[in-house]
């Protein structure tokens, strides 16, 4: 049974099916359809929790390319799960909510197969075990979100918004790419099982350190890691049903997944530790920071967005310390915990964001903008959108009675433990890691603040709103209320998740390792974790309520000196030197691009044949001269020269008759009649057809090219010469095949002909000669029309 | 035999490229005619010269020529004829239409 596999292939199917039935539905939402697909996926996922959450796992193989090691198989284990889990679950409510989000003007059938590629892709990426299958999911996700951010590819920001994050991922993406081939090499495999296994013993391998950096690479470009974040603000210009699903909720997740599948590979290496928690850190501040100066909601969700994933993964790199080699176990339980939070948190994200950017795409959508210059005041008028929001925002500034607070209390355990940590050089920089994650928690505390009170709280200013605030249909309201129930639910039930998901899914983080997940407490006493918490939101309403006194500090940073310039400034450079480099030798000219071709022939064919020492002129084997046949060579010759010459151009058409009857002589010569003859009907059909043609054409120019034109010319035209008689004398001295001609030679048995030439062309390769005919009635139709075909000449009566 | 074959081979590929590197489209279109006789030469001799009879079962022999060069050249013989017919006739409704034979002066035309 292939019930895994069918479950990555059916969004796919839906992705097909989808455009060719949605005219057949009338007045029916093609989403309801649509939804139907994550609806039953989420439940055939929901129904495998028990055995996973027991300890098993799932594999499934359908043979694709098993020569190579490439091969579709499938492991469904706790990580996968949870992940297949949010990719199905918030896909559910995503579909929903876009149903009333989306208006009938846009065009439906493309964004609801576009969802469906994505989730198939996404599914996929989190469920292969090879890694050319997993690759080629990552891309197809790259590939959906581009599509789904240029949905409204008739806006500007839409276009270059889609075209950044496709240039950035999918360089990720290559590199990659690269990353899987280095490891193939070392251990032979595509199988991620199979190299976690075998890699430990090629720790010192030379290609050890750049496959890591690689793959990383691909990681932190797809969850937007500093500095590759740039590109998750503009792909805010997707519809927000896509910002809540592919750039907060699962595909920005897609690194973060990357990153917990390779810390069985990689875990416990210092440099993989400091990269990612290092990296995650940097992220978790610049983004939180960034977040605070946006006054779009969107944008202040992405940055926030980025600090995030920052936070998941500096916590994926705290946890990988678990799995170094000689600590003991104690130790590993204790450092696990960290991979534990990331987990716990990245579920936690997905959904206090998603409710999030549902709530602001309800204001988007009610109020007709998102700017909070211009909103405030709307709590009287969306209450339950309010709720939604203080809910959302409040767990992500880890607040208690949310499960934000559950897993950022976790995040400063996991951050404290690095001032214990004696490994890595921990010992001297260790500090640095829970000041870093308090003072972002600190502007993450300020953002969630600016999100609530800004838009809801204040004085609401009507004369600058396009419209009357109502609440949305309850449609749209119902996914962001199921998440926010979510949000409160884990926070007084969190063992439920932890013992049934996350433990799994740790242990496929740190397989193993036992003991690092914790039992789930809201309540640890005063510890300096709840100190931090407390100090957090003093410091950040300290900071809310004077945030105009220090917005100053934000102008320090000079405009032209971002990632973004940096991003512009490439693509504008790139986009100038290959036009100028297409332009500088595409000039419309047919003789330089005859040219090119000879020249590059003479460059390429001659080169190989010089460099690689294959000329060799061996004249024993000729065959006998008759007087005769030098005649006929010398009268060729001349007769070629000659026309280079002529004066007329009925001159030149007659040395090339001389030439074409001269080579009938020729096959006379060499026992070949049929060719004999052929050539000669043929040549003078065509001597002919150019007599006629002459009639119709002007006269016979001097050709008055530049000199050095010539002298070129006749450069490339002679060592063009050159190369062809050099490879074939090299090709009649050398003999290097068997000669397959005896085979035809028994013509008469196998094709009843006795003439073996015509029994080539009737009988062994009769198709050939078909398509022959075709290839003359083609050209006869081509010459038919272009001289009965009449183009009528646009009328150009405005401009006389 | 076979090396003046090629060496002729060569001098006719020489004119034959000089001819198409022309900008007028006559020489362009005798320069690929010139081509395919070349071509079919090199084939030809390729296939080993004289080293047999003519390849007709039946006539008392026993060594042949080499059939298979014999079949493709009559193949790209016809084929050549089509595509020297089909560029002719191009080159004639180009002047028709463009009133020009040179290939610098048809250079931005509306066609392209």
Not at chain 1, 248 to 273: E, H, Q
Not at chain 2, 31 to 43: D, P
Request: net charge neutral; hydrophobic share 55%; aromatic share 14%.
């Amino acid at each position: 049974m292939y019930l895994i596999i069918s479950a990555i292939l059916l969004p796919f199917a839906a992705a097909a099916l989808i455009p060719l039935i949605h005219n057949r539905l009338g007045r029916l939402n093609i989403g309801w359809l649509a939804l139907a697909i994550p609806l039953s996926l989420f439940a055939f996922f929901v129904y495998q929790i028990p055995a996973i959450s027991a300890g098993e796992t799932f594999t499934e193989t359908l043979y694709w390319l098993p020569s190579i090691g490439i091969d579709m198989t499938v492991y469904l284990d706790g990580l996968g799960l949870i992940m297949a889990l949010l990719i199905t679950g918030v896909g559910s409510l995503v579909i929903l909510y876009s149903i009333y989000y989306l208006s009938a003007a846009d065009s439906l059938p493309h964004f609801y197969a576009y969802l469906m590629l994505f989730m198939g892709a996404m599914l996929g990426v989190v469920l292969s075990d090879n890694l050319m299958v997993l690759y080629v999911f990552w891309e197809l996700t790259s590939i959906s979100s581009f599509l789904l951010i240029a949905f409204w590819y008739h806006r500007k920001n839409s276009r270059a918004g889609a075209q950044k994050s496709l240039l950035i991922t999918v360089f990720g993406g290559f590199a990659m790419l690269a990353g899987f081939l280095m490891l193939h090499t070392m251990t032979g495999t595509f199988s991620v099982r199979q190299i976690a296994v075998e890699l430990t013993q090629y720790a010192n391998h030379e290609l050890f350190y750049p496959a890591m950096f690689l793959v990383l690479l691909g990681a932190f470009t797809k969850s937007a890691q500093f500095p590759f974040h740039i590109w998750l603000p503009d792909a805010m210009e997707a519809p927000t049903p896509v910002s809540a699903y592919l750039h907060s909720a699962t595909m920005v997740k897609a690194g973060i997944y990357l990153v917990a599948r390779f810390t069985p590979i990689f875990g416990g290496n210092s440099a993989w530790f400091w990269t990612v928690t290092l990296v995650g850190l940097v992220t978790l501040f610049w983004g939180a920071f960034n977040a605070i100066r946006q006054t779009d909601l969107k944008a202040l969700l992405a940055y926030s967005t980025i600090s995030q994933l920052g936070l998941i993964m500096s916590l994926l790199g705290l946890g990988s310390a678990a799995m170094q080699t000689g600590i003991t176990a104690e130790a590993a339980a204790v450092y696990g915990l960290a991979s534990f939070a990331a987990l716990f948190h990245m579920v936690n994200h997905s959904t206090f964001k998603g409710a999030l950017f549902m709530a602001v795409g309800i204001v988007d959508h009610q109020v007709g903008t998102r700017d909070i210059r211009r909103l405030g005041g709307l709590m009287a008028f969306l209450p339950f959108t309010f709720t939604i929001a203080i809910i959302g925002s409040a767990s992500m500034a880890g607040l208690p009675f949310f499960n934000g607070f559950l897993s950022k209390e976790m995040f400063f355990t996991a951050s404290l433990e690095a001032l214990n940590m004696e490994m890595f050089g921990l010992g001297t920089w260790g500090w640095l890691v829970p000041v870093i994650a308090w003072a972002a928690s600190v502007l993450t505390f300020v953002y969630c603040a600016i999100i609530v009170f800004r838009t809801f709280f204040g004085a609401h200013k009507p004369e600058k709103l396009d419209k009357i605030p109502v609440e949305p249909p309850f449609g749209m309201l119902l996914p962001p209320a199921i998440l926010s129930f979510l949000i409160v639910a884990v926070f007084f039930f969190p063992n439920l998740l932890g013992d049934h998901l996350l433990r799994p899914a740790l242990n496929g983080v740190l397989p193993g390792i036992t003991g690092a997940a914790p039992h789930i407490k809201a309540w640890h006493g005063f510890n300096t974790e709840l100190w931090m918490t407390v100090a957090i939101v003093v410091f950040g309403t300290i900071l809310f309520i004077s945030f105009r006194k220090w917005k100053g500090i934000y102008k320090l940073f000079p405009a032209g000196w971002t990632f973004n310039a940096l991003y512009t400034n490439s693509l504008k450079g790139i986009e100038r030197a290959s036009s100028y480099l297409t332009n500088s030798y595409m000039t419309g000219h047919l003789p330089h691009y005859f040219a090119y071709i000879f020249s590059f022939f003479v460059i390429a064919a001659g080169g190989t044949l010089i460099w690689s020492g294959a000329l060799n002129i061996d004249l024993a084997n000729d065959s006998p001269l008759s007087v005769y046949e030098i005649l006929l060579v010398v009268v060729m010759a001349m007769a070629a020269v000659a026309i280079l010459f002529a004066k007329s151009r009925v001159s030149a058409i007659l040395l090339n008759g001389v030439l074409g009857f001269s080579i009938a002589m020729f096959f006379v010569l060499f026992r070949a009649p049929d060719l004999a003859l052929t050539q000669l009907v043929i040549e003078t059909v065509t001597t002919v057809l150019f007599l006629v043609c002459f009639n119709y054409l002007p006269d016979w120019k001097k050709e008055n090219s530049p000199k050095h034109v010539k002298v070129r010319n006749t450069i490339i035209a002679i060592t063009g010469g050159l190369t062809i008689t050099l490879i074939g004398l090299s090709v009649n001295s050398a003999d290097l095949y068997e000669t397959i001609s005896g085979y035809f030679e028994d013509s008469y048995e196998l094709a009843g002909g006795r003439n073996i030439v015509n029994a080539i062309l009737g009988d062994f390769r009769a198709l050939d000669t078909l398509l022959e005919g075709l290839v003359l009635f083609i050209a006869g139709i081509g010459v038919f029309s272009l001289i009965r075909l009449k183009v009528r000449k646009e009328p150009n009566d405005n401009e006389n | 035999m076979e090396t003046l074959i090629i060496i002729l081979v060569g001098v006719l590929t020489a004119v034959a490229i000089y001819l198409v590197l022309s900008r007028n489209l006559i020489r362009v279109i005798l320069g690929t005619a010139i081509f395919s006789h070349a071509v079919h030469l090199l084939i030809l001799t390729m296939g080993g010269l004289k080293n047999g009879t003519v390849p007709l079962l039946g006539e008392d022999a026993t060594i042949f020529v080499d059939a298979l060069p014999q079949a493709l050249i009559l193949t790209a013989i016809v084929i050549s004829f089509a595509v020297t017919a089909f560029v002719l006739v191009l080159a004639y409704r180009a002047y028709q239409e463009l009133g020009t034979d040179d290939l610098e002066e048809m250079r931005g035309a509306d066609d392209e």
